[in-house]
């Protein structure tokens, strides 16, 4: 067009390289071919002209939530004839029609974050991952830490539900090896914490989670109860989190893990990893928190428990053993997420794994033989029907090996056999090296025979030491008296 400013039509459609009909026939009409072209009507007649504005439109206004596709049955089921071929123009109407008659919709707005202002937590279920501990599957969540800003996270296995106790332990371990604390620490609502509790322990609970807070200088908040936008900037990084995870098991090429610690240093490298990305923005809001207290608060609900005639106490639906000179004395116990700290006035006696009941209710047992087993050998009957046998083996070999014993012997001979192994195991410290020997007899379909066990784990002769002890003579005491009165003197 460029060239019809200056020159005739002819020597305008030489230099743009057409011909010169074209050239008079743009100088006529300078209008584009797409803009001749008129709107192409639809080339089959509208199958939802009797039932969109008559019937469909109704059900939108009455149930603004319903799926299109339901609205498709119903539309079927009414109008058969119409045919399944509806669906696609059905579902792009009702879009249509919502963009302009639906109703207003939720707004996320995004936040902007400042340095050592607000740090979340939240817990995830990792059961999808099918970890598992020395072949037994691991029933547990992951308590997760991050700081808002910089993108700081601490993860913390939690063998049970989302306590105050798994949140004050996981908060804690964050914030000390963080070294700082955030101005503002926010979670969600707790429901697992608070489900099951009448008033005053919900009231209790969140006092403890506000004394929690106040300690390190902490504005306490929670996100309302079902919406997790809110606690968003925790939420998405959970997915994150456990997909790096899950990568990282696949690489290890299996989920099983010889302990509980051997699991925990495993999350904790992945979580370390990172955090090394972000190091930057960490070392910048860490210069932004606040400082720490000098000690940790506690972390630990404390309950006061009496050992009964069976050698234990209950606690939260789990029995519990302890050494027998216990009975009938009252404990302090110090109730961690993973274990029990049990205490005599302010003396620490012994450290219990914490066990949970089954789903159903149902209870369950946390024994150690080795607090039964002197009781257990003047009565080795009670083995046969003892209400937690099952949990007093401590291993598989010697459970198998019982049930091997009553196949063979008579009850009473089975008993007195396997109490017999039981406390040879507990006096010659092998419980390890005997189950083993257990299993190999098993193996060959052998009883166990005690006599040649235990010569096979008495003490070596040549490991026992010789002590020899020389007594001074009484003569050396007189020289120490007359030095003393020497001293004296001078």
Not at 90 to 105: C, F, P, S, T
Not at 378 to 388: D, E, G, Q, W
Request: glycine residues 8%; positive net charge.
């Amino acid at each position: 067009m460029k060239y019809r400013q200056t020159d005739t039509p002819p020597a305008a459609a030489a230099k743009a390289s057409f011909s010169t009909s074209t050239a008079y026939r743009i100088e006529k009409d300078p209008r584009l071919p797409s803009q001749k072209k008129g709107a192409r009507g639809s080339r089959r007649p509208d199958p939802l002209a009797d039932v969109f504005e008559a019937e469909v439109v109704p059900m939108l206004k009455a149930a603004p939530g319903v799926r299109p596709v339901a609205i498709f049955e119903e539309i079927l089921r009414r109008h058969p004839e119409l045919g399944a071929g509806i669906r696609r123009t059905l579902e792009r109407r009702i879009r249509a029609w919502r963009v302009i008659h639906g109703e207003e919709q939720e707004v996320i707005f995004r936040q902007t974050h400042e340095p050592g202002q607000v740090g979340l937590s939240d817990f995830t279920d990792m059961g999808e991952l099918g970890v598992t501990i020395a072949g037994a599957p691991l029933d547990h969540r992951l308590y997760h830490f991050r700081l808002a800003y910089c993108g700081f996270e601490h993860a913390h296995v939690v063998l049970g539900g989302e306590s105050f106790v798994a949140l004050a332990e996981g908060l804690q371990n964050a914030l000390w090896s963080l070294g700082g604390a955030p101005r503002e620490h926010r979670t969600d609502s707790l429901s697992a914490a608070f489900c099951n509790l009448d008033r005053d322990a919900r009231d209790d609970l969140t006092r403890r989670y506000e004394d929690l807070c106040a300690h390190y200088g902490m504005r306490p908040s929670r996100n309302n109860r079902g919406i997790a936008h809110e606690n968003g900037a925790i939420e998405s990084s959970h997915g994150h989190l456990k997909r790096a995870i899950a990568d990282a098991l696949l690489l290890r090429g299996t989920a099983d893990f010889d302990d509980l610690a051997a699991y925990r240093g495993f999350i904790d490298e992945i979580v370390s990893r990172r955090n090394a990305r972000n190091a930057k923005r960490i070392d910048h809001e860490r210069a932004t928190l606040q400082a720490l207290p000098d000690r940790r608060t506690s972390d630990y609900e404390e309950v006061i428990v009496r050992v009964t005639s069976s050698g234990g106490f209950t606690l939260r639906k789990v029995f519990y053993t302890v050494p027998s000179r216990l009975i009938g004395h009252q404990l302090r116990v110090r109730l961690y997420d993973d274990r029990l700290d049990v205490f005599v006035g302010g003396t620490h006696l012994v450290t219990l794994p914490r066990g949970r009941p089954y789903p159903n209710g149902k209870h369950d047992q946390v024994v150690d033989y080795r607090h039964v087993i002197h009781s257990l050998r003047r009565k080795p009957m009670a083995l046969l029907n003892l209400v937690y046998r099952d949990r007093l083996f401590p291993r598989d070999a010697y459970r198998r090996t019982f049930d091997r014993l009553r196949e063979r012997l008579p009850d009473r001979k089975a008993c007195r056999l396997m109490v017999d192994l039981l406390a040879l195991a507990h006096e010659r410290g092998c419980e390890a090296e005997l189950a083993g020997q257990l299993a190999a007899d098993l193996d060959v379909g052998q009883l166990p025979d005690l006599g040649r066990l235990r010569a096979q784990f008495a003490p070596d002769p040549a490991c026992v030491p010789q002590v020899v002890v020389q007594l001074a003579p009484l003569a050396s005491y007189e020289c120490l008296i007359g030095a003393s009165q020497i001293g004296d003197a001078a």
